[in-house]
Antibody, heavy 120, light 107 residues
Framework: EVQLVESGGGLVQPGGSLRLSCAAS????????MNWVRQAPGKGLEWVSY????????YYADSVEGRFTISRDNAKNSLYLQMNSLRAEDTAVYYC?????????????WGQGTMVTVSS | DIQMTQSPSSLSASVGDRVSITCRAS??????LNWYQQKSGKAPKLLIY???TLQSGVPSRFSGSGSGTDFTLTISSLQPEDFASYYC?????????FGQGTKVEIK
């Protein structure tokens, strides 16, 4: 079964750090680009970051640029999001999502999400 | 950044109704438009990509149309399991922006 499973969420104080992980299974992880997408409580979806299959291309949303770092370990079938200098507005469910192999680059497989709460 | 605007933000409909949701991009995105369904407390699910291509396993009552800046998601006959939120997303460039969502509720 094709699957993505996030972990690493939790409660952190403003200014703190957290590292999210996304474990992939059921497909050849190294063939696919990946993303992080977040959703604040009661709000819509916000794209956070993208990494290409070989880590050559990396992009961030302006809201997290300079604070978050996306990475991957293809040998471990894992995607990561290092989050530093966290703010209350970073509170959200964080999803990892796979980019389709097709040209139009939709997000075809999503994890179940991990909740990050930034609060004192 | 490309802004994606969905309408309506919410709608009430009955089982069996035909429902349409529109999505407008702030600039042309050709056919780089995707639709997702999200049920409460669950991850989003890809329904349609490339504006009109049905993702594998998605019921044929869902369809998408449009190109350029104006797009439509149509559910031909609303089923109980279709009550959810729907999001459009452009994959023309980065950042991959989403619409604000449309919540489909039971009338």
């Amino acid at each position: 079964e094709v699957q993505l499973v996030e972990s690493g969420g939790g409660l952190v104080q403003p200014g703190g750090s957290l590292r999210l992980s996304c474990a992939a299974s059921g497909f050849t992880f190294s063939d696919y680009s990946m993303n992080w997408v977040r959703q604040a409580p009661g709000k819509g979806l916000e794209w956070v970051s993208y990494i290409s299959s070989s880590s050559v291309s990396i992009y961030y949303a302006d809201s997290v640029e300079g604070r978050f770092t996306i990475s991957r370990d293809n040998a471990k079938n894992s995607l990561y999001l290092q989050m530093n200098s966290l703010r209350a507005e970073d509170t959200a469910v964080y999803y990892c999502a796979r980019v389709t192999a097709a040209t139009f680059s939709a997000f075809d497989i999503w994890g179940q999400g991990t909740m990050v709460t930034v609060s004192s | 950044d490309i802004q994606m605007t969905q309408s309506p933000s919410s709608l009430s409909a009955s089982v069996g109704d035909r429902v349409s949701i529109t999505c407008r991009a702030s600039q042309t995105i050709n056919s780089y438009l995707n639709w997702y369904q999200q049920k409460s407390g669950k991850a989003p699910k890809l329904l349609i990509y490339a504006a009109s291509t049905l993702q594998s396993g998605v019921p044929s009552r869902f369809s998408g149309s449009g190109s350029g800046t104006d797009f439509t998601l149509t559910i031909s006959s609303l089923q109980p399991e279709d009550f959810a939120s729907y999001y459009c997303q452009q994959s023309y460039n980065t950042p991959r922006t989403f619409g604000q969502g449309t919540k489909v509720e039971i009338k």
